[in-house]
Nanobody
Framework: QVQLVESGGGLVQPGGSLRLSCAASGTIFSISTMAWYRQAPGRLRELVAAATSGGIIHYTDSVKGRFTISRDNAKNTVYLQMNSLGPEDTAVYYC???????????????WGRGTQVTVSS
């Protein structure tokens, strides 16, 4: 049993910053990839950033240079530092992770419930 819980969303003015956090809890042997997705009204859910346990980082083009994904593996937590926010960043942000609960099981994929980020003046 694994749970992902996001925090840090809210209302921010254009040009402002937010830091999102996602903590994984439960029976966890290892976590391979942790990622952030977002979904705006009327749009498909898109991958924002991802970080593998081996240190490979990916960002979608629209957030490169503005967002930073990082992990604290000791806390099973992933962060998304978001700077220079604009209205186009308004969306529900979801945490996603590939997690192995035991050494003899294959990994499963988990989603958090999401946290709202609204960028508006």
């Amino acid at each position: 049993q694994v749970q992902l819980v996001e925090s840090g969303g809210g209302l921010v003015q254009p040009g402002g910053s937010l830091r999102l956090s996602c903590a994984a809890s439960g029976t966890i042997f290892s976590i391979s990839t942790m990622a952030w997705y977002r979904q705006a009204p009327g749009r498909l859910r898109e991958l924002v950033a991802a970080a593998t346990s081996g240190g490979i980082i990916h960002y979608t083009d629209s957030v490169k240079g503005r967002f930073t994904i990082s992990r604290d593996n000791a806390k099973n937590t992933v962060y998304l530092q978001m700077n220079s926010l604009g209205p186009e960043d308004t969306a529900v942000y979801y945490c996603n992770a590939d997690i192995r609960s035991t050494s003899y099981q294959k990994q499963d994929n988990y989603w958090g419930r999401g946290t709202q980020v609204t960028v508006s003046s």
